[in-house]
């Protein structure tokens, strides 16, 4: 096995997504800003992946409403690394470095960045995107990708056919030689073989030697008619003329998880798995932790346990509940309650997710439902009942989940 060390390998987190399906979650945030899991966002992460890898010289790509991922980057992460050491982590933002346009693809992100790639030269280049949900030890990856010899890696798991128009489809032999690439296809997406149910799906993460991926960007750049994407163009065309492999995906503990939540449904289905008795996607690992930025609230607490006339009792029931929250004499089942999240008495919520700073009124009944930061929702609402109702509102997924807007003010 060839020795490897973390610091011949730096990591380009690609973070600059619009995340135009999670709207309104993204209104006025980066979708790898956007709170998951009661207390995480969603590039903790990557960020977590590449820690607890051991990997600490990170560039981070932001574009878009970068805001509030700059600020949760310079409050939550700084303090992992040590410069004196050589490790870094910065956060850049498009720049117009290199001509007068914004990123036009994920490989136009980094080809606008590669004076910083050229500056620090380190020999290995590990391309993450910033908003998918798994844990990943991502040296085994490079080594896999050393032992073979290989010019590009590509990470990939199996995921159902039905979907296949989402994600770059990978096409390998036994020996995990990729041998074919679709991106995204409309119509008879390559299966694995003899499994007709499944496709070998790209994760978006690549493993390039670095002075082969600076050349390949240059190249990419030249041609007019690209749309400077990995997944669309560089892949693609290396998978013709280049040694690629694909690295099968192992999770750091049990069956392959991986999440891209690029739709409200997703995005929902991802964190109500959270509060099942036994998640596919591992909070609790006491090996490969979950950081983010930790804010100092008090225990949270549930009242009136006794409750005074049979209905005013707080309980909670098969869910999150996060530092600073108080269930005062009402009842949540199955939902995530965010930091400093306020339920007041003979209310029930269901199946729902509560960001930060949100307060329920007395006599509320919300199901299916994600409510977003700092909403007061008044006494005797009523949210995820009525279809045709919740519509008026607030915005509603094609599954039926009601989204209620970051500092919705209701009359």
């Excluded at 693809?105 to 290995?124: C, H």
């Excluded at 449904?265 to 959270?274: H, R, T, V």
């Excluded at 729902?352 to 930061?373: A, N």
Aim: net charge neutral; hydrophobic share 35%.
């Amino acid at each position: 096995m060839p020795f490897v060390s973390q610091n011949d390998v730096g990591t380009v987190i690609l973070a600059g997504g619009k995340g135009e399906r999670l709207y309104p979650l993204t209104k006025d945030r980066a979708k790898p800003a956007v709170p998951f899991g009661g207390m995480y966002r969603i590039i903790d992460f990557t960020l977590s992946n590449c820690v607890n890898s051991g990997l600490k010289r990170i560039y981070v790509l932001s574009q878009y409403k970068s805001h509030s991922l700059n600020r949760h980057i310079q409050r939550g992460w700084l303090s992992f690394f040590s410069y004196p050491m050589g490790e870094f982590i910065y956060d850049i933002p498009a720049q117009q470095r290199i001509g007068s346009s914004w990123y036009e693809g994920t490989a136009d992100a980094v080809f606008q960045n590669i004076y910083s790639l050229q500056q620090n030269m380190i020999p290995l280049t590990l391309i993450l995107s910033g908003d998918h949900i798994y844990q990943m030890n991502y040296m085994d990856m490079i080594r896999f990708h050393l032992e073979n010899e290989a010019e590009v890696t590509l990470g990939a798991v199996p995921m159902p056919v039905e979907t296949a128009s989402q994600f770059g489809i990978v096409k390998a032999d036994k020996d995990m030689n990729v041998v074919g690439f679709q991106e995204k296809p409309r119509k008879d997406p390559v299966t694995m073989p003899g499994d007709p149910s499944r496709v070998l799906v790209s994760m978006g993460i690549y493993v390039f030697h670095t002075k082969m991926l600076i050349r390949k960007l240059v190249e990419d750049a030249k041609l007019k008619t690209s749309s400077h994407d990995f997944g669309k163009d560089i892949i693609p065309k290396m998978v013709r003329n280049n040694k690629v492999m694909a690295y099968p995906f192992k999770d750091i503990m049990r069956a392959s998880y991986w999440r891209d939540i690029g739709t409200l449904d997703a995005y929902y289905e991802a964190n109500m798995d959270l509060v099942s008795v036994i998640p596919q996607c591992n909070l609790y690992h006491p090996n490969w932790p979950v950081h983010t930025v930790y804010s100092p609230y008090p225990p949270s607490k549930m009242v009136f346990a006794g409750g005074q006339d049979g209905k005013r009792i707080g309980q909670v029931l098969d869910s999150i509940i996060c530092g600073g929250s108080i269930v005062s004499g009402g009842k949540v089942e199955r939902s995530i309650i965010s930091p400093n999240v306020r339920v007041n008495s003979y209310t029930e919520i269901e199946d729902s997710i509560l960001m930060e700073d949100v307060e329920i009124g007395r006599h509320c009944r919300i199901r299916r439902t994600i409510i977003d930061k700092r909403v007061k929702v008044p006494a005797r609402t009523t949210i995820g009942y009525d279809p045709e109702e919740d519509a008026k509102r607030f915005d509603v997924s094609p599954g039926g989940i009601v989204v209620v807007a970051k500092n919705t003010m209701f009359d």
